[in-house]
């Protein structure tokens, strides 16, 4: 469809443009965003929505942050890519602060959570490949888990319905119950070189680790030279309260994987690992990527760890955390209908038991952006910069939704 006497397509235009030319692989909302401004993102027709999805758990820092905008076009000024082949100072920088907030070792900028994952796991293969030389080792990963959508982050993700058409995918994985010690050990081999999780389940459900779970996986991890791999590309980056979520339980992982918020939007992923397992796993020419800590990605991700230490992000997370449960409580005990309350920190689900997908469409008409987490879940993952006002604005559309239905 070709612009008409020099006017711009209205929003149904773009939408059937788009239906013609890209993929459909999303079933997208029928609405195409223009810009957005703080906590708000504005359509082409200047419609405005309160947004508590930020990208699906990315824009931490909200619209428009002028620091953040200025670090990127000053970096486009400079210099954007490179290669590996070289040193760049934004990526020892990024890297530098990255190690400090996480406290792991040493780092590996990608592009995405899912290459992140990928990386993750051919670290953990190839520490147990270093020790006695097999490549049968096995993974423990989690049913209900998310870890990506690339054939290898595919295979441990617990979800047959994502996997059962790609088939067969890497081998040598198993799957246990989250939260469920015994699941785990009864899944535990003599070829087990790691077991994989998310601290916090987020495509799972909003599901949080306990913290006696964690602890005894450490444990075993211990006593059996298993390496523990925590994915928090979802529910890393401040979103809980923490930095990652590990902090708050006060396990280290031997490897752990970050991305969305890390970037605030531009792409850019890291899988981290102590010193241990970076001087016995991955060697030179063993992993690589093309675009993974160019200087543009890393000007982003050190800006972004500089305004969450400036902008106290984590302390603005614990106060305003508390208020966003009190409300879904109060949504719960209103409504029938919500079955549970669950998460951590500024990321959050409702249960209902019914599809919510009606309910988040209806909010979105109210301008009200929300995404959900399977059928019958609402997940609330705001920019970490959200106010108790917007908490209250985000319920008072959310309950007539809800009310509605």
Not at 102 to 125: H, Q
Not at 138 to 143: G, L, T
Not at 246 to 264: E, F, H, N, R, S
């Amino acid at each position: 469809m070709e612009q008409i006497s020099g006017q711009k397509p209205d929003m149904g235009e773009y939408i059937q443009q788009a239906e013609s030319v890209l993929l459909h692989t999303y079933n997208r909302y029928q609405i195409v965003l223009d810009r957005g401004e703080g906590v708000y993102l504005y359509d082409i027709e200047g419609k405005k929505y309160l947004d508590f999805c930020a990208g699906i758990a990315v824009f931490a820092l909200g619209y428009g942050n002028e620091e953040y905008n200025n670090a990127l076009k000053s970096q486009i000024d400079k210099l954007i890519h490179t290669s590996n082949y070289y040193y760049n100072v934004p990526a020892i920088e990024a890297a530098k602060k990255i190690k400090e907030a996480s406290g792991m070792d040493r780092v590996f900028f990608t592009n995405s959570g899912a290459e992140s994952n990928e990386g993750a796991i051919k670290a953990a293969r190839k520490y147990a490949f270093l020790k006695d030389g097999s490549t049968d080792h096995e993974i423990i990963a989690m049913h209900h888990s998310f870890h990506g959508r690339t054939m290898g982050a595919l295979a441990v993700t617990g979800n047959a319905h994502y996997r059962e058409a790609f088939e067969p995918l890497i081998g040598n994985v198993r799957f246990a119950d989250f939260n469920d010690y015994e699941s785990v050990l009864a899944q535990v081999t003599g070829k087990t070189c790691a077991i994989m999780l998310e601290p916090v389940q987020g495509e799972g459900g909003l599901q949080p680790a306990s913290e006696e779970f964690l602890k005894k996986l450490r444990e075993l991890c211990d006593q059996r030279d298993i390496l523990l791999v925590f994915d928090e590309v979802q529910c890393g980056m401040g979103r809980t309260g923490y930095m990652y979520a590990w902090q708050k339980y006060g396990v280290k992982p031997d490897i752990m994987t970050t991305a969305k918020a890390l970037g605030c939007g531009v792409p850019v992923g890291a899988f981290l690992m102590t010193e241990r397992v970076a001087q016995r796993s991955l060697e030179a020419g063993d992993h690589g990527t093309t675009y993974g800590g160019n200087p543009l990605a890393c000007a982003a991700a050190e800006k972004v760890l500089d305004l969450f230490e400036k902008n106290h992000i984590i302390e603005h997370v614990r106060e305003v955390a508390p208020y966003l449960e009190q409300r879904l409580e109060e949504l719960k005990d209103r409504f029938p209908c919500v079955t549970e309350r669950r998460g951590m920190g500024l990321m959050q689900g409702l249960v209902f038991d019914r599809p919510v997908r009606d309910m988040i469409a209806a909010a979105m008409e109210k301008g009200l952006i929300l995404i959900n987490a399977g059928a019958n879940i609402i997940r609330f993952v705001p920019p970490l910069t959200i106010t108790k006002e917007n908490v209250d604005e985000m319920v008072s559309i959310l309950g007539q939704c809800i009310e509605n239905a």
